[in-house]
Each structure stands twice: as structure tokens, then as C-alpha cells.
């Protein structure tokens, strides 16, 4: 976790689990697993037994000691609806969010199913925004589950964009963020694939966010589409975030 994330859309990073497995294209180069990797097996580090999935309580309430309203990322080092993470535990991570209702918490899944079975089982305040991954169309089934949720705000992460999506059904979904792969073998990300998405958020209304347009050189590659950078976020937000 991180005081501070460079992360374009958010401000830190809270990680009450880590640990993940591959379920889809998009684990294919995944960030998370990489990092762990380069510390496993040193003794006493958090990533010693590499990226085994591992509940971490004595992080729970970390939020409640950040004063400052920020955006907070909540595990950007595994998935908060794993499988093998408790109810009980994803409850209490939802307890401290409602707790600590001066930050806005971000929560992003590819385990849209087990999301839509427990949502009734937690308690969702406003500061609470709810999203799933979806990196090609063969995942837009994802986006169903998640309009099932009673979240604030809903958004989708479209990242790595690995193909075009087609016409994508943005009702009650407020916030769409796009970006291609970034880091050693990235995949390619076409330019048209991410106007197509933009087009169709100013149709629905959605606010929408190019994080990157990834490669080997990300930095070099930039963020900036037809001209300028987009970096629109839904309204009502609790926090000023800080775009990079």
C-alpha cells in the first residue's frame, strides 16, 4: 500500500489483501504478480511467499489514520471478491470504508459474479465506487453484474484495451476509464478502439478517463488523445485528485 500511487486515477493504494490468480487475457502481464515476485522469498517481506493470496487485518483500519480526503485504491494488489477472501473480511474492509467517509474508495474486480452474488450481504455508502475490468468484448458480461450493484458510482476499467469492444450498454454506468498495456511484451492498443469508447460516453453521459496509451515506454508514450489529455471524473467526488 502507498501513502501515494502513481496510479493517473487515484491517490494512494490500500491493500487489507494481496494475492491473486490469472482468470483472464488481461492477468496475462500482470503488474501486481511481477512486483511480488521480485521479493519472494525474502524472509520477513510482505511478498515473501510471493503472490499466495493472504488476508492482511492489521491493515484494516490504515484509511481511519489518513486525515486528508483522498481517492483510495483498495487492493491494487489482488481482488477484493477473490474467491478465497471471507465474506466476513470483505465486510469488515466495507465497515472501515463507511467509517472513513471523508475518502472516496475505489474497488475493481474481474470477479463480477461473486461481486453481484454478495453485494446484498454488504452495506454500500456514497463514498464507496464499485468497478470491474474488461479488457476485451468477450468480458462484457461483466458490466451486467455490476448494475446490479447499489454503488454510488459505477465504472469500468478498460484496461489493457485488447480489442475492440463494439457498442457497449452504458446505462448506470458513471465512469469509464480506458488504457492500453504498458511494461516488457505489452500488446498493441488501437487508437479508433478508444474513440469508439469515447464517442459512446458522451452519448450516455459517462465521464471518461485515457490513463495511457502503455508500450514498452509508457512515459515516452504518454496519455494525450487527439490533442489533449482526458481526465474527467464523475461529479460529487470527495477528494481533488491529483491527475499525473
Partial sequence: MSEKSTIEWTDSTW??????????????????????????????????????????????????????PRAIFVNSMSDLFHEKVPLDFIQRVFRTMEQASWHTFQILTKRSERLADLAPDLRWPPNVWMGVSIE????????????????????????????RLGALDLASIHWVIVGGESGSGARPIDAEWVREIRKQCRTSGASFFFKQWGGVQKKR??????????????????FELEVR
Fill in 136 to 163: 476485451s468484448a468477450q468480458y462484457l458480461w461483466r458490466v451486467d453484474h455490476l448494475r446490479k450493484v447499489p454503488a454510488a458510482v459505477r465504472f469500468l476499467s478498460l484496461e489493457p484495451l485488447l480489442g
Fill in 15 to 68: 491493500n487489507p489483501v494481496t494475492g491473486c490468480n490469472k482468470i483472464s487475457p488481461w492477468c496475462r502481464h500482470c503488474y501486481a504478480e511481477t512486483f511480488a515476485a521480485r521479493w519472494q522469498g525474502i524472509s520477513g517481506h510482505p511478498y515473501e511467499h510471493g503472490f499466495d493470496l493472504r488476508l492482511w487485518p492489521d491493515r484494516l483500519e490504515l484509511p481511519l489514520t489518513w486525515k486528508k
Fill in 221 to 238: 508514450n504518454g496519455r494525450v488523445l487527439d490533442g489533449r489529455t482526458w481526465d474527467e471524473i464523475p461529479k460529487g467526488q470527495v
